[in-house]
């Protein structure tokens, strides 16, 4: 399975920016998918995830009320609407993904995730 990450740019605090996750080798819909992000100096960690069906989605705490991930079926993207930018959101924005056999589940840890895209900037200024 191959992501391709894009959207990220450069965004005042307060904005809104749309990151996308297109899949190829296989559908979405065999894969959870979860978005991570690195700032400089510290660890990957994790912001958001879909299941398989879509059904179920988990979010790290200081991204709820903000983000909303969502999948599009029929582009074979995963997509991170990111709204109400925060200067502490500025990371490199990583997509990643595996096979799950079950259907909602979602993954928390880069542990637990095979698949990954080669990470898109997102710069929020304050």
């Given at each position: 399975v191959q992501l391709q990450a894009y959207g990220g740019g450069l965004v005042q605090a307060g904005g809104s920016l749309r990151l996308s996750c297109a899949a190829s080798g296989s559908t979405v819909t065999m894969q959870t998918t979860g978005w991570f992000r690195q700032a400089p100096g510290k660890?990957?960690?994790?912001?958001?995830?879909?299941s398989r069906d879509g059904y179920v989605t988990r979010y790290t705490d200081s991204v709820k009320g903000r983000f909303t991930i969502s999948r599009n079926k029929a582009k074979n993207?995963?997509?991170?609407?990111?709204?109400?930018?925060?200067?502490?959101?500025?990371?490199?924005?990583?997509c990643a993904s595996n096979y799950a056999r079950l259907m909602n589940i979602v993954r928390e840890s880069p542990d637990e995730y095979q698949n990954w895209g080669q990470g898109t900037l997102v710069t929020v200024s304050s």
């Open positions: 660890e990957r960690e994790f912001v958001a995830a879909i993207t995963i997509t991170l609407q990111m709204n109400s930018l925060k200067s502490e959101d500025t990371a490199v924005y990583y």
